[in-house]
Nanobody, 128 residues
Framework: QVRMVESGGDSVQTGGSLRLSCAAS????????MAWFRQAPGKEREGVAA???????HYADSVKGRFTISKDNANNILYLQMADLKLEDTATYYC??????????????????????WGEGTLVTISS
């Protein structure tokens, strides 16, 4: 059974930093990509960052230069390091996995409907 569990969400002020984690287990496929998404209240879920199986990374324009996606392969933990946080970064953040080597992208951001496995999310609240 696949489990993806996010953690690290918190309330921080603008300009601050956070690191989100996603512990993944039970994925038996040898090649898959992982990604982060977010969903703000009243808005659609949007792709934030993707990490291909070959280590390539991709970022939505809104977070490029501020967020970094990485993975601890030994422990199968996906990270999202977020810096210079803005009010508009407030959202529930989800990790996801797509069972292909290269994540499906649109405008360099991962595509939600292509993902097979999802976590339940962790809340990030940014205040001024």
């Amino acid at each position: 059974q696949v489990r993806m569990v996010e953690s690290g969400g918190d309330s921080v002020q603008t300009g601050g930093s956070l690191r989100l984690s996603c512990a993944a287990s039970g994925i038996t496929d040898s090649n898959y990509c992982m990604a982060w998404f977010r969903q703000a209240p009243g808005k659609e879920r949007e792709g934030v960052a993707a990490l291909d199986d070959d280590g390539s990374t991709h970022y939505a324009d809104s977070v490029k230069g501020r967020f970094t996606i990485s993975k601890d392969n030994a422990n199968n933990i996906l990270y999202l390091q977020m810096a210079d946080l803005k009010l508009e970064d407030t959202a529930t953040y989800y990790c996801a996995a797509q069972i292909v080597s290269l994540c499906s992208l649109r405008s360099n951001a991962p595509v939600a409907r292509a993902m097979r496995y999802w976590g339940e999310g962790t809340l990030v609240t940014i205040s001024s």
